[in-house]
Each structure stands twice: as structure tokens, then as C-alpha cells.
């Protein structure tokens, strides 16, 4: 038996945000509906920033301008197999892909399981490497969490799925990101969220791109196109 064995979310070490981008990007760039300074970003080093640096875990109400309900649209692109499909050909591996690959092939002492909601995803990782071992789930709190000592999940709210006497006395890593910090003070991991789980358990932040960290990139609530184009000059444009 391994000394340690890793449950890694899939979301944890693929870039969907990337994915949602590039395909909001290409298919609704003529829309009256998205952020067109934000969509015209063409550098993904500024997509990457842009991503860590927003206040809420659907990327979508930075990408679609405001009053735009983008839940339903956010749900409906991740649930729709041939959209969904689309995004991941738009996606790329976070840094954090490398490094579980890396303890794969270097630590004897650790198993991985990426944790797949779909075949759709388990094809991805196994296109990716073949000798991941995967897990596909149909609800995460049936999940047996017994054997794994280290869970791996992008998004600190995620954890509310899981059957929480199960996570007891667990290391969690999650993403160092704006939206896993507390909305109050974001100097602070989500304050409701820590209460519930640090007596409980040991909280990890960890950049998903190495030496890539999040910060405030701008108010958005009171930024103008003004202040978006300025702080992201447009590097893309399409043909309507």
C-alpha cells in the first residue's frame, strides 16, 4: 500500500477557464452581449491573469458585459457534450498537470486518481498520459475518500459536495485565486469556508501556473471600457 495517495480534481490541473475564453472568444465575438475589450485579449499570459483575478468561480460575467445572466449559459456550455467537447480542444494543461505526472513517474510512494465527472474528461486525461489513473463519479458525495490522504480541488467551495466526515484529517490543496479568497478581505482564504474545514483538516494554497500569482488586476465593478481597454490593449479581432 502507498504511503500517500492523491485525489485530484479534473478541473485542478485543466485549464477550462482557457477553453471558456477561447470559445466564448470565437463563437460570440460579433454579440452585443460579451465585453468586447475583454474577448479581444489575445495574449494568454493576460487571459491567465485576467482568470486569477476574478471574484467568482464562473468566468463568464467577466467576459459578458453587465446584466448578462451568465449561469445558465455557464451550465448549459459545461453540461452539452458536443459543446463541452469543443471547450477542451480550446483548453490546456495547468502546471499543476506537470507536477502530478511528475510525482507519478519520481514517488513510489504516491498513487494519483484524477477525478472525472464524465468519459469525456477520462479520454482527455488519457490522451494527455495514458498511465494517469482516472475515476469517473457520479455524485462526489458518494465517493469513498477513505483511501486518499491528499485531495486536489481548484475551487475551496468544491469541498461541499464531498460527504464532509469524510475529508476529516485530509491535506487539501486549492488554487491560489482570487475567487477561493474571502470576498471581504482578500488577504484571507474564504473566511465561512476555512471555519468549516481548518480544525479539520490542512489548507494548502498552490499556484496553478508556476510563478504566476493572483492580484487584484482591477475594480470590476467600477472599471469602465475605458480602464478594461487600457488594461488590456485589444490584440484580436474576427470576422463578423
Do not use: W
Amino acid at each position: 500500500m502507498k504511503d500517500n495517495t492523491l485525489l485530484v480534481e479534473f478541473e485542478f490541473i485543466i485549464d477550462l477557464d482557457m477553453g471558456l475564453f477561447k470559445y466564448i472568444r470565437e463563437n460570440f465575438y460579433s454579440s452585443d452581449y460579451v465585453n468586447k475589450p475583454i474577448i479581444a485579449i489575445g495574449d494568454e499570459y493576460q487571459i491567465i491573469d485576467l482568470m486569477l483575478n476574478r471574484y467568482t468561480e464562473n468566468p463568464l460575467p467577466i467576459l459578458f458585459n453587465p446584466n448578462i445572466e451568465t449561469e445558465t449559459i455557464y451550465n448549459e456550455l459545461l453540461n452539452t457534450p458536443e459543446r463541452y467537447v469543443e471547450i477542451l480542444k480550446r483548453s490546456r494543461a495547468y502546471d499543476t498537470f506537470g507536477l502530478m505526472v511528475t510525482m507519478m513517474k519520481n514517488l513510489s510512494s504516491v498513487d494519483i486518481d484524477i477525478l472525472c465527472k464524465n468519459k469525456i474528461e477520462e479520454e482527455y486525461i488519457h490522451k494527455l498520459n495514458s498511465k494517469l489513473h482516472t475515476v469517473v463519479y457520479e455524485d462526489k458525495f458518494d465517493i469513498d475518500l477513505q483511501p486518499y490522504t491528499v485531495m486536489y480541488v481548484k475551487y475551496f467551495s468544491n469541498l461541499l459536495d464531498y460527504d464532509i466526515e469524510q475529508i476529516k484529517g485530509k491535506h487539501i490543496f486549492i488554487a491560489s485565486a482570487l475567487y477561493n479568497m474571502d470576498p471581504d478581505d482578500d488577504s484571507y482564504v474564504n473566511i465561512n469556508l476555512t471555519m468549516m474545514f481548518s480544525d479539520i483538516n490542512i489548507i494548502h494554497l498552490i499556484d496553478l501556473y508556476r510563478g504566476v500569482k493572483f492580484r487584484i488586476a482591477h475594480d470590476e465593478e467600477n472599471s469602465t471600457e475605458e480602464d478594461l481597454e487600457d488594461e488590456y490593449p485589444i490584440e484580436y479581432s474576427a470576422t463578423e
